[in-house]
């Protein structure tokens, strides 16, 4: 079976010890990585609070930026309810009633099933329009955002609480924070699988695309923790209060954990950080590869027959 080589995205750091940048530590081999996601001492990055309703509040309410004392209860909301085969089947028969008449409308129609599938099952009362507010609230969630963007999520999040039943403000927060993660991370599975699932061949099974994919292009490239005191991590000192930037995309190619760490391979080695591990790990790992799988076995299907269609 012949397989692709797929080199490292442009900005992907080059592996070795972390090294001090402008925004913190750049943490890029995969044991070092692991340690900071696994590592107590080192917290994601406290958030301010805003108004009700605000993207900010949103952000302060989630168990995604929330400090360890509030993680656990925030983070059991949501998810339990989901059932991973049932998301399956949901994704692959809407992505069958929304195929184009091309593969790129295809695709791109077929990038917002995850979200659809996952608003429909999680309260908010329209889903279609949920779906394009979470949009919006994705392009702000993470802090720094500019003052744009902020103030369209900050509609959003209004828009979206609107829609949502009647429930306590934080279990509203938490569904509607789950929504937010899932949407564009998922959808960027999704066109990565689509980009390079051209260069396998068909036979290949759909899981064994995406773990790749979601190892040589992960749609998450990495994530940040803050240092609560002085630690060594990879032989470097870093300090209390010093910030990391855990890069998932170089950890997935460090040649100390997987050989010839470029080559697509038809047996994943289940190394991949993309899904990030310990407690803050994400709940939603199994969920994600569902609705992914549901989605891309129905292109990949779709484009075949279109091609054989084609030759005709
Ligand atoms: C390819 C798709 C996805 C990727 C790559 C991904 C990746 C991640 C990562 C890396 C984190 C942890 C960040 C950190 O430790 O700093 C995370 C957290 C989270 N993810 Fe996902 N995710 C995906 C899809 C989903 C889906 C489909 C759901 C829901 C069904 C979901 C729900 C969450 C939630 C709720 C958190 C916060 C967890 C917490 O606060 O403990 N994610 N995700």
Redesign the pocket.
């Known amino acids: 079976m012949r397989l692709p080589t797929i080199t490292a995205a442009p900005g992907t750091p080059p592996g070795g010890p972390p090294a001090l940048g402008d925004d913190g530590w750049v943490v890029t081999r995969h044991a070092d990585v692991l340690a900071a ?1 696994t590592d107590s001492r080192c917290v ?1 990055p406290p958030v301010a609070d805003g108004p009700e309703g605000s993207v900010a509040w949103l952000r302060a309410s ?3 930026f ?1 400090p360890p004392d509030r ?1 656990a209860a ?2 059991a909301v ?2 339990a309810a ?1 059932d991973p085969r049932e998301l399956r089947l949901a994704a692959a028969r809407l992505t069958e009633r929304i195929l184009g008449s091309s593969s790129e409308e295809s695709v791109t129609r077929a990038r917002r099933v ?1 979200l659809l599938v ?1 608003a429909e099952r999680l309260g908010p009362a329209d889903p279609a329009a949920a779906a394009t507010e979470v949009s919006a609230v994705a392009a702000a969630y993470h802090p720094g955002a500019d003052a744009a963007a902020t103030r369209r999520a900050d509609r959003a999040v209004a828009a979206l609480l609107a829609l949502s039943p009647p429930a306590p403000a934080e279990v509203t927060a ?1 569904r509607l ?2 929504l937010v ?2 949407a564009d ?2 959808a ?2 999704i066109d990565a699988a689509v980009r390079h699932g051209r260069a396998v061949p068909d036979g290949l099974a759909t899981a064994t695309l995406l773990a790749e994919v ?1 190892r040589l292009d ?3 490239r990495a ?3 803050v240092a609560t005191c002085a630690l060594n991590l990879g032989g470097q000192g870093v300090r209390a209060g010093d910030r990391l930037v855990l890069r ?1 995309d170089a950890a997935n190619r460090d040649p100390a954990v997987i050989a010839d760490p470029d080559r697509f391979r038809a047996d994943p080695a289940g190394m991949a950080l ?3 591990a ?8 199994r ?2 590869l569902a ?2 799988t549901g989605v891309v076995d129905v292109l990949r299907h779709a484009s075949g027959t279109l091609i054989e269609g084609s030759r005709r």
Do not use: D, M
């Open positions: 996601l994601v989630v168990s995604r929330s993680h925030r983070r949501g998810v989901l995850p996952l938490n924070g789950l993660q899932a991370a998922t960027g599975l979601l992960p749609p998450v994530t940040r923790r998932f993309t899904f990030g310990g407690p803050r790990g994400c709940p939603g790992e969920h994600a609705l992914a």
